[in-house]
């Protein structure tokens, strides 16, 4: 993926992505989920992050990158 990204909000990212299954769980050590998806031919990513209180990002990548 491009590192050209943008980070969108929880309700923009599950209006694209609705019930898609994630194409991949990527874990990067045990306190980080990584589930990619591609949607509508946009690549999308969720990061929660589990180190205290569990936190989850979600981002798009720019298609203008």
Request: charged residues 20%.
């Amino acid at each position: 993926m491009s590192t050209f990204i943008i980070e969108i909000t929880k309700e923009a990212f599950e209006a694209i992505v609705g019930d898609t299954e994630p194409l991949t769980l990527m874990s990067a050590g045990s306190n980080v989920e990584r589930l990619s998806y591609t949607v509508k031919g946009m690549y999308l990513e969720s990061i929660t992050n589990y180190y205290s209180k569990p936190i989850t990002q979600y981002y798009v990548q720019d298609i203008n990158a």
